[in-house]
């Protein structure tokens, strides 16, 4: 697991850009893959990657001052064989989170992250409806 300086971002980025579209054309679009580039590209976020042969997990966090504090929120989270990686990035973004002063990890999406994080708390879901 590994944060990525920003030449490494411009290099992985063709291969993992169109899964974030992906990703947020089947769950949600209020991102795109090309603002979350800028996002890392200019230090507003943080790509991090977890590289067996390939590049298995690519996940994009940023942290937020929230009235009780400030949180590391992930943006989008894509990868293959969750089970090589769910343990290994719920450790990574706690240390992440405290060093950073933040006292919480916060994600929205679909359900799934039970299966990295222990006992997550809900706080909202988001709805849309097409009129």
């Not at 697991?1 to 089947?26: C, T």
């Not at 989270?77 to 706690?94: H, K």
Request: aromatic share 10%; charged share 25%; net charge negative.
């Amino acid at each position: 697991m590994k944060i990525a300086n920003s030449a490494e971002v411009d290099a992985v980025w063709p291969l993992i850009g169109e899964r974030f579209n992906e990703a947020f054309r089947r769950c949600g679009d209020d991102l795109t893959g090309g603002e979350l580039w800028q996002l890392c590209r200019s230090g507003n976020a943080f790509l991090v990657l977890n590289m067996a042969e390939e590049i298995n997990l690519a996940c994009v966090v940023r942290f937020e001052r929230w009235a009780d504090g400030t949180v590391l929120r992930v943006l989008s989270l894509i990868g293959d064989d969750v089970n090589s990686w769910a343990e290994p990035i719920a450790d990574f973004l706690t240390e992440m989170a405290r060093l950073g002063g933040a006292s919480r990890i916060v994600a929205d999406g679909r359900g799934g992250w039970e299966r990295i994080f222990s006992k997550p708390k809900v706080l909202r879901r988001t709805y849309m409806m097409e009129i």
